[in-house]
């Protein structure tokens, strides 16, 4: 197998696999198991991209004290009942 092959595999199922794993550890999911997935299926991603955690992932997300919702880190409060976080 030449370099450009080898090259062709390794963006082919490795970059889908990083960014999979990297969207499953934001996510509170196993990143291995999703890197391995998302290389393999390519439509993982999708799925994660779409997937909010049901827990708080510090950092990435997190759960409303009033409503359980779960919203983006950075938002100041919740996006559905407005609660602002401490
Ligand atoms: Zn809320």
Redesign the pocket.
Known sequence: MGLTEYLFITAFFGLPGVLGGWLARGRGKNPVIWALGSALFPFALLVLWYQKPDHEVPGHFRK?S??G?VYAWKSPS?I??H?PHD
């Open positions: 409303c009033s409503c919702a919740c559905y009942c609660t």
